[in-house]
């Protein structure tokens, strides 16, 4: 169980020791909590859960069977199958004679997931610990009494709430019950005691800003509880109608946009539409199929997730998966980036640009990652080629007669295309091994590119050495190609005739002319449109506020001819059409429709305060 999740994190240390939170043994202490009453199920909820921890006093006590309460996150839960204690049966008896799974005398029952785990339930209560053993079954009932014991206290109907149960042992060998509660009302995760708000989310550095925000966190564990417990729930048309709206929009916003916070794939979406389609759930039947109740819950829980993450309903919600909703701090780059950006041929700020796109807000835009790998394998794959070329090439000069030396004495050339052939051998080896360490069958998943860049990008330094390493590749062929063409060129320089050299330095020039036009060609950049939104406004802005300071006092009556606006009216209706639209388009300036009011301005050669304020308002 060291794998799993941890259960409450100390409030000083989030990162460290883990505590199990006692009850107090008496109804006023319960009360007094941050969380008690009603305020848990339909109140707000504070988003300092830390803080409310701190303060907290909560006294201590211990069941009969010496049960500590503490509660636990979904997740923790969640992955709480244990493989390393299977016993299968050597030997078969005749007729298949296998003592089976004694009955259980108490009120659990017994329940198959359709993934195939087993799960119990009395009532209200779920646990997915192994109840057919005797003393699992007395820690499972102590637990799920204290449990209910404080929710009847805090005046909770047990009919509104679900509770989840779990045991596990702390590193110091005492027995926790591990508990979470779900409002069916609400569709949220709660606990009785404050906890942190790690407990809401795991994995995502996302901070809870509101109770809205709260709310849609607490949503996650909801439907990832139903998504554990499947039987005996009831779905409505009206429910899996909505979940096919939300596939649909997050397709066509896919599809739509280049920077879509849909969770998904356009190629996902469409096969889970088309999973969907094959789900059948009447508004008659009590109780929806519990293989549907899976396929709907999981969905949910991912897209509630998505929500959550990018802020939905929120003030700053995240509506571009490429840009980050916190403000940009700008920090420059590291002196060992940029050495090596000059070292590299500038690589690695092509791909530190393309991961910043990838790895935004500590979030994976994970489309975008799997095209990154793809371009990756491309490049690598591409550069071997050129490398062995090289390398043939390096073999080949190294054996010219001219070149080769039979003493011990070597040449400039020689020496730099040994230089050549190693770095050429250097390229081939690094394409290998990271095309070996990023092959698209380990990035299939979201949570496998998360387990990826979590350790490595967590951090601006981490993303600029990641940005290094994957450009290790190109400088390898890059400085391969450029020693090679040194050992030539000192051939073709060193010891020859006048018109050897002029040709040579001839072809070098206009290859290198022509080289440089290419590269120049990839730095163009798109100029500005001046006829942009923002930009507009910005024009305007400044036309209104030198109209207002022309239209005060005596100013208002010598308007003709004399203010900005009219000078630039007149110059305007001076041009041609063809060069009124042309000047617009080039200086930012007014489009046709207002170039056509402008001229009718114009042409009136006295213009009142009120002809000034309509010519400022377009």
Known sequence: MSDRPSILPLHSDSHGSFVAIPLSDTADDVETGQFGGRAVLDGPMTAEPERMAAESDCSSTVSKAGIWLAPAPVTFISQSSDYNKIKPHDNIGADNRIVPHRTLDSKWKPFVHPEGSVYFRQENCFTNVWLYDEPNLKAIDDTMEMVIDILRRRRIALSDVEVCLDLDIDDDGVKLGCYYVCNKKTEEVFWLHPIGNTFFYDGEDVRILSREHLGLAAGIGYRDHIYMFPHGRHLTPEDLQLLRADLAYHMFDKQTSKSSTAPYSVEDLDNLLKVLKQVEISSEAKETLPQYVVIVARLRTTLCRERFMRFHGERYAQLDSDRSVYEDE???????????????????????????????????????????????????????????????????????????????????????????????????????VLARQHRPNLHLHSDDAIKYLVPRASNRWGMEKLAIIFSIPTAFILWALLFFFIAIAWVCFHNTTIITRVVIAVTTAVSTILVAGIIHNGDWQPEQDNTSLSATMTRMKKLIKTARRFTRGSWSRRWSGQTLISSWIKSRVSLSPKQSLRSSHTDGSRTTPEMSEAQKSAANPTLSQTDVSGVSSH
């Open 330 to 432: 700008h920090r420059q780059r590291s002196v060992l980036f940029n050495v090596l950006t000059w070292l590299f041929f500038y690589t690695p700020p092509i791909y530190f640009e393309r991961l910043s796109r990838v790895w935004v807000d500590n979030k994976v835009n994970y489309d975008n990652w799997r095209g990154f790998i793809g371009e990756l394998q491309d490049d690598w794959m591409a550069s071997i080629t050129p490398s062995t070329v090289i390398l043939s090439a390096n073999v080949g000069f190294l054996a010219i007669q001219s070149v080769d030396h039979e003493d011990d004495y070597r040449s400039v050339a020689q020496i730099v295309s040994y230089m050549s052939t190693l770095l050429a051998l250097g390229n081939i080896v690094a394409c290998t």
